[in-house]
């Protein structure tokens, strides 16, 4: 029986639920040091003085660094290095690294920490994103010039890039519209909060850098870490322990540069773990953004042209995806609903704030959240029903995307029927009662395309063992999905394959547990292993059973010919076989996806610049509010998720049911506040976060609709299901109170002000 398509248990859930399993905060080595990171207080500042030569001489400190130890300029993904490992001369955020230490305990440490004399020039700091492009506001990076990036693009001052897309004839479009709709939406800073903050371990021995650290992307921690220090990348290795938890938090380096250079300076490994206010001061999270929003329509409710603007806050530099995936907002607002004639542009603003990078969806929460609001008012204005004014402009088979990709199915009208079929739209509409409110939102999403690699071997006892840099963050991805892949691929029962744990020395380059790739990529890589390893099964069990190695096929463990089930041969002696005539049974694969068809010629500063293996989907909330507190209860919630092929259906329920409550908590709770330049809500006290309490229940609906040229048909599963929430709660709300949400989080007060604003104007 094929193991794909199967809710088999993870191969890691066992020593998870008992509380077994070593994560990277429990990972240390024998005589290991603890390093601490002295950070600024001031988000803007001229560094007058900085003296570390008394904490040098305190009791237990064995290193202290500072920016003459790392000499490197990086940026994620190497598209603009604009970061060093610690502050120059200047200090552009509060929480940025001016000096680290390494001593005998936590306590001496601390106190090496506090004795480092530091004198600050504060300066004035630029805190908003459109202060920031306005022709008076100060340069953050005054030699902004002089950063290298990895294409030519589109800077200036504080714009540390923009990307751009236009399609059609937009001024014109805009002449001939019946109506003119304009909005501006905007939201918040939100956290990864996972459930382990960031740790590392690092040793220098015999020239070369190893670091052990949870993360999500070890090439990327490898390559940025040996720009900042100034060494080559194979001087630097990455090993990852289990990960409690990443959502896009652990792409990039935090720690682990640091305690590299304490490493080598004290000749001794060093452990440094962060606490949870480091986490939430300087970690980045998800950026704040301001979408203006400008559409023009025909009477029937066609969208003709549309013009947008995202400002994404970078924070103090480039290190995480905000730059890379700046287009991903123009992307993500042209490929839901025919927009024929387009032009956006997404500008991404230095800031005097702690850096922006990776969460979950980046770009999409905010960018469906403004269309979906958007529309609605269209809506309003054309007196035009919701459910109906989506339909009417729904993208579908044979239409193109704003990029000029084609639509490659029906499969959005597909996710929207199937989703009237078990929430239907008239039913609720003509059900509804005071302050309830429902919502649908459909949306196109898209599989992160990046390279995977992968080795596999047939193991003596017929075993199976798979290297790979793929990592766990949780999904279910590689403890299931991958094992799952390679299980039917070579007839061998699922826990009976092996995946060892994520290297850099051992494992091919892999681009990284991020846009729901790994099954996709790491399962490609797998696959093309297992098809090498696969002949050389087959070519040496046809030696022992004397048949063509195409009579034989390959099940429970063994080899059998076609017709004759007795005649079979276990892989352990096939194995045994080999090693003693043929060779080891080993083998390597690669993937990256093959390229989609787009008009590059609509497009400027674009990085990413089409969706690979495209994903349709379609999601209903229910939401009651209480008119005296403000309070919003979401009632129920619907999902409808296309996943190309369904590999391990239990763990794409519970990546979809997780999504569902991160958006919540996006939409209702979350909210990084950024005061002064300084992070107010550094503890989970005043951060709030959705608890169980706050879960509705949600209901799914899985479709397949295979995609050529992902494993058996699969495609990304993970993260899209957290996209639309923002904007179907956002929209489920106003339509309750009847009146227009356009900031996120919809906190009670923003809903109290909503109903008073509403009030006011019907007086």
């Not at 020593?15 to 001031?42: H, P, Q």
């Not at 994620?76 to 290095?81: E, G, S, T």
């Not at 990348?233 to 938890?245: K, Q």
């Not at 956002?730 to 989080?745: H, K, M, Q």
Request: aromatic share 6%.
């Amino acid at each position: 029986m094929t193991a794909v398509g199967r809710n088999v248990r993870r191969a890691d859930g066992e020593g998870k639920v008992r509380g077994s399993v070593r994560y990277g905060m429990d990972y240390t080595e024998l005589g290991a040091l603890t390093g601490k990171v002295l950070r600024s207080s001031l988000p803007a500042a001229r560094i007058a003085r900085l003296d570390t030569s008394t904490a040098a001489t305190m009791p237990g400190v064995r290193a202290i660094a500072t920016a003459t130890d790392a000499p490197g300029l990086s940026g994620m993904f190497f598209v603009l290095k604009d970061q060093s490992l610690f502050a120059r001369d200047e200090v552009r955020y509060a929480g940025e690294a001016l000096a680290a230490v390494a001593a005998d305990t936590e306590a001496q440490a601390e106190a090496a920490l506090a004795a480092i004399e530091v004198v600050l020039d504060p300066l004035d700091p630029v805190l908003d994103p459109d202060h920031a492009l306005t022709d008076g506001a100060r340069l953050i990076h005054p030699d902004w010039e002089s950063y290298e990036t990895i294409v030519p693009g589109p800077r200036s001052g504080n714009l540390a890039w923009e990307s751009r897309i236009e399609r059609g004839d937009v001024d014109a479009a805009f002449q001939e519209a019946y109506r003119v709709v304009e909005d501006e939406f905007r939201t918040q800073r939100q956290h990864q909060n996972s459930i382990e903050p960031h740790a590392a371990v690092a040793r220098y021995e015999e020239g070369r850098y190893t670091v052990h650290t949870p993360t999500q992307f070890p090439f990327n921690v490898r390559g940025r870490t040996a720009e900042l220090l100034g060494v080559r990348p194979s001087d630097v290795r990455v090993v990852v322990p289990a990960i409690g938890g990443g959502f896009g938090g652990k792409l990039d380096i935090m720690l682990e540069p640091f305690a590299c250079v304490l490493a080598r300076k004290s000749g001794r490994p060093v452990r440094i773990v962060n606490t949870r206010s480091e986490e939430l001061r300087t970690c980045a999270p998800r950026e704040g953004g301001i979408v203006r929003l400008r559409t023009a329509v025909a009477r029937d409710g066609s969208i003709l042209a549309q013009e947008g603007e995202i400002i994404a806050d970078n924070g103090a530099n480039s290190s995480g995806e905000t730059v890379a995936c700046a287009n991903a907002a123009s992307l993500v607002l042209g490929s839901t609903y025919r927009v024929p004639n387009a032009r956006y542009v997404s500008k991404v603003v230095y800031t005097n704030t702690p850096p922006t990078a990776a969460f979950r969806g980046v770009n999409g929460p905010y960018s469906v959240f403004a269309q979906e609001m958007h529309l609605d008012h269209i809506a309003r204005e054309l007196g035009m029903d919701r459910r109906d004014i989506r339909l009417h402009n729904l993208i579908g088979s044979g239409d193109v995307m704003v990029n000029g990709q084609e639509v490659d199915g029906p499969f959005l009208r597909e996710a929207m029927d199937e989703l009237e079929t078990m929430r239907p739209w008239q039913q609720l509409q003509a059900s509804k009662r005071p302050y309830r409110g429902h919502a649908i939102v459909p949306v196109t999403w898209l599989t992160n395309s990046g390279a995977g690699s992968a080795s596999m071997k047939l193991n003596e006892d017929g075993t199976v063992t798979v290297a790979s840099a793929a990592t766990e963050i949780g999904s279910g991805a590689v403890a299931t999905g991958v094992r799952q892949l390679v299980a039917d691929q070579l007839g061998v029962d699922f826990h009976d394959v092996l995946v060892t744990p994520p290297d850099t020395d051992t494992g091919g380059y892999d681009l990284g547990a991020q846009g729901s790739r790994t099954t996709f990529g790491a399962g490609n890589a797998m696959i093309d292993a297992g098809k090498k390893v696969r002949e050389q099964i087959l070519d040496v069990a046809a030696n022992l059973l004397e048949a063509a190695p195409e009579d034989l096929e390959l099940a429970d463990g063994s080899v059998h010919v076609q017709g004759v089930p007795d005649r079979r041969v276990g892989l352990a002696a096939i194995s045994a076989t080999a090693s003693m005539t043929s060779g080891p049974i080993i083998a390597s694969g690669g993937f990256v996806a093959p390229p989609e068809s787009f008009d590059g010629g609509c497009m400027t500063g674009a990085l990413l610049t089409h969706f690979t293996a495209a994903t349709y989907h379609a999601h209903h909330a229910e939401v009651e509010v209480d008119p005296d507190t403000g309070r919003v209860t979401v009632l129920r919630y619907t999902v409808v998720q296309d996943v190309g092929r369904a590999i391990n259906p239990q763990m794409i329920e519970g990546q979809i049911q997780g999504g569902v409550v991160q958006g919540l908590g996006y939409a209702l709770y979350e909210n990084l506040r950024v005061h002064g330049g300084e992070v107010v809500d550094d503890n989970l006290e005043s951060y709030r976060l959705p608890i169980a309490a706050d879960t509705p229940p949600i209901d799914i609906s899985i479709l397949e609709n295979p995609c050529p040229y992902g494993p058996l048909g699969a495609k990304g599963a993970a993260e899209p299901p957290i996209v639309p929430v923002a904007a179907v709660i956002g929209c489920a709300v106003a339509d309750a109170i009847g009146a227009p949400v356009n900031e996120l989080p919809v906190t009670p007060f923003a809903v109290l002000q909503a109903l008073r604003k509403q009030g006011e104007s019907a007086a």
